[in-house]
């Protein structure tokens, strides 16, 4: 275990070589599992008062669950999660050439919102788990992103480098550096 203030950080995040492989796994996280992508509570206001904006960049489908329910739903542990479609793709997935995407992201790179998607989302394969006394940062081991640990290998990358823009974006660049120095 590798600790960073109150964060400790699974080894694997330093030792296991990952790197998202869209073509292969055609964005599988977002359509797979059974509950929507964590959301923390401040995530739940930010998307409220940005779905009028978001909305034009999503399907029908997400639109009408995002309407009915609401942008949030609860999984079984009672946690916030991302709404789904019929029990499957997340209300915001949208389709690039078969590529599973998001629109909350999309509406981010056309700069309609200043809000760029749920940090479990950008962080994913971590998953953060909080406790009363510190937050513990963990690979979240799944087939379907075998391809991206067989190009992670190939290209060399450390999951901790490939997901260094969603750490710093969850920790910032100075507790990132100390994780830098701590791996070394």
């Not at 946690?79 to 209300?91: F, N, R």
């Not at 389709?95 to 909350?104: F, L, T």
């Not at 480098?161 to 974006?169: A, D, G, S, V």
Request: with cysteine.
């Amino acid at each position: 275990m590798i600790i960073i203030g109150d964060i400790m950080v699974s080894e694997e995040i330093r030792d296991i070589r990952f790197c998202c492989d869209l073509e292969k796994c055609a964005g599988a996280c977002c359509v797979e599992g059974d509950a929507g992508a964590p959301l923390e509570e401040e995530e739940i206001s930010l998307l409220e008062d940005r779905i009028d904006e978001i909305k034009p960049f999503m399907r029908k489908e997400g639109i009408e669950v995002v309407e009915k329910n609401g942008i949030f739903d609860f999984d079984m542990a009672g946690d916030y999660v991302t709404p789904l479609i019929k029990d499957k793709d997340c209300a915001f997935v949208i389709y690039n050439d078969g590529v599973a995407k998001c629109a909350i992201e999309k509406a981010w790179e056309e700069k309609k919102v200043d809000f760029q998607k749920p940090i479990s989302c950008h962080l994913y394969p971590i998953r953060i788990t909080k406790n009363e006394s510190f937050e513990a940062v963990n690979y979240h081991k799944w087939y379907i992103c075998q391809s991206a640990c067989t190009l992670g290998k190939k290209l060399q990358l450390p999951m901790y480098q490939f997901l260094k823009e969603p750490l710093i974006r969850k920790y910032g660049k100075e507790w990132y550096g100390k994780l830098v120095k701590e791996i070394g």
